[in-house]
């Protein structure tokens, strides 16, 4: 069997919570957001799409572009949100 010559890395999908009038989390990774009206849903809508975008990426022989991630300048001191990490 043939190695792949660059191996594929999942990152640990850092996201953040934003509560205004609802909840939307965005997995800065994969530069996805979900949003539903409790945190809960908010974060399973996440899990839930995160988990779709790698099993199409992986399915079609995309690995190099999976890890897709936010642009850095939009996430300020000035934005109102809480990081969590989970996985």
């Not at 965005?26 to 957001?33: A, P």
């Not at 022989?61 to 996985?87: E, H, L, M």
Request: glycine residues 6%; contains cysteine.
């Amino acid at each position: 069997m043939q190695q792949p010559s660059n191996p594929f890395n999942l990152p640990m999908m850092l996201t953040f919570l934003e509560s205004r009038n609802g909840h939307l989390v965005h997995s800065l990774d994969f530069d996805i957001v979900s949003v539903a009206t409790t945190e809960h849903e908010a974060w399973e809508k996440a899990r839930l799409c995160g988990k779709g975008y790698v099993e199409f990426g992986l399915s079609k022989g995309w690995p190099d572009y999976i890890a897709f991630s936010a642009p850095q300048d939009k996430i300020t001191p000035d934005t109102n949100s809480c990081v969590q990490n989970r996985s």
